[in-house]
């Protein structure tokens, strides 16, 4: 078993490094998530947070980066005009590159020139921009830190009432209570509680990720008087899912997903299908300490 997990952990690096050599090859148009994706072999609805969890940036601000750091090797070695290395690194005015400079440079442009400074972005994976190409081997972040590992399970239909909510992942709580509330005023028991999001947090601005607030019900519940609120019926389709169990308050979770995506899921050696991720409450948070809360991670496989 071990040396198993071993050889599904290399491929998934090997193909991490893939997708990473992809991107460094096309700077001048970087390739998409989807068809990195494509090129390394890897699903495409769950690829975006796969690569930014093992090397610490989304693609498309891995890609911004490099390029301004070829940007910042143009400024000093070679005599192309600030505007002309502008448009190379992509951005359509001076201005607007410079901005972007500063940010990461802290300094403008011309300063940079001026006094020949280093080249390369200090960030996690150690990957940078090279004339010659990449000249270090990436730092992914799949190292073993964590004792809790992915397991694969598989759940039958789970049939839920759900609530919509869009707007940043952490105050989907908002909607719970409201979904809490409402099931109160018409005896809906309280089953477990389960969380639904659609969207990858790396990719999808804040107040445009979606997602829902759900509880389990039986096959055929008829759904009452709705109050006015976003109410309906889902099925979360079975099958053979990956499952990751984040112990503690829910204010961990996050890291748990980087977890789940960077070390643990990597191990198991399934291809990720598409869909949506999900979360499974196996406790009362009102009844329960938060140490000893229980939350369920579920990614669904081919």
């Known amino acids: 078993m071990k040396s198993m997990r071993t050889g599904t952990k290399l491929e998934y690096r090997q193909r991490i490094e893939m997708a990473i050599e992809f991107i460094l090859e096309n700077l001048d148009s970087p390739p998409t998530a989807v068809e990195v994706a494509d090129y390394a072999g890897f699903s495409r609805h769950h690829f975006g947070r796969v690569f930014s969890m093992a090397v610490g940036e989304p693609i498309a601000e891995f890609a911004r980066r490099l390029r301004l750091e070829r940007a910042a090797w143009s400024l000093d070695q070679t005599e192309k005009s600030i505007t002309e290395i502008?448009?190379?690194?992509?951005?359509?005015?001076?201005?607007?590159?410079?901005?972007?400079?500063?940010?990461?440079?802290?300094?403008?442009?011309?300063?940079?020139?001026?006094?020949?400074?280093?080249?390369?972005?200090?960030?996690?994976?150690?990957?940078?921009?090279?004339?010659?190409?990449?000249?270090?081997?990436?730092?992914?972040?799949?190292?073993?830190?964590?004792?809790?590992?992915?397991?694969?399970?598989?759940?039958?239909?789970?049939?839920?009432?759900?609530?919509?909510?869009?707007?940043?992942?952490?105050?989907?709580?908002?909607?719970?209570?409201?979904?809490?509330?409402?099931?109160?005023?018409?005896?809906?028991?309280?089953?477990?509680?389960?969380?639904?999001?659609?969207?990858?947090?790396?990719?999808?601005?804040a107040y445009d990720l979606r997602s829902e607030?759900?509880?389990?019900?039986?096959?055929?519940?008829?759904?009452?008087?709705?109050?006015?609120?976003?109410?309906?019926?889902?099925?979360?389709?079975?099958?053979?899912?990956?499952?990751?169990?984040?112990?503690?308050?829910?204010?961990?979770?996050?890291?748990?997903?980087?977890?789940?995506?960077?070390?643990?899921?990597?191990?198991l050696g399934r291809e990720c299908a598409e869909g949506p991720t999900f979360e499974i409450y196996r406790n009362d948070c009102r009844v329960v300490k938060p140490e000893e809360l229980r939350t369920d991670l579920y990614i669904r496989l081919k």
Request: proline letters at 5%; aromatic letters at 12%; hydrophobic letters at 40%.
């Open 86 to 205: 502008a448009f190379e690194a992509g951005y359509e005015s001076h201005e607007g590159f410079s901005r972007a400079f500063r940010e990461w440079y802290h300094v403008a442009p011309s300063e940079f020139r001026s006094r020949s400074s280093r080249h390369e972005i200090q960030v996690q994976c150690q990957v940078h921009w090279f004339p010659a190409g990449r000249r270090s081997v990436p730092v992914l972040i799949m190292q073993d830190e964590t004792n809790m590992e992915a397991r694969i399970e598989h759940l039958d239909d789970i049939h839920v009432v759900a609530l919509r909510h869009q707007g940043p992942y952490y105050q989907i709580g908002e909607k719970f209570g409201q979904l809490s509330q409402w099931a109160g005023r018409h005896q809906v028991p309280m089953n477990m509680g389960v969380a639904i999001y659609y969207d990858n947090p790396d990719e999808v601005a």
């Open 213 to 267: 607030a759900c509880m389990m019900v039986g096959n055929g519940f008829a759904l009452p008087e709705t109050d006015g609120l976003d109410l309906r019926i889902l099925t979360i389709q079975g099958g053979d899912h990956a499952m990751f169990t984040h112990m503690g308050p829910y204010d961990g979770i996050g890291d748990a997903w980087a977890m789940f995506f960077g070390q643990a899921l990597p191990k």
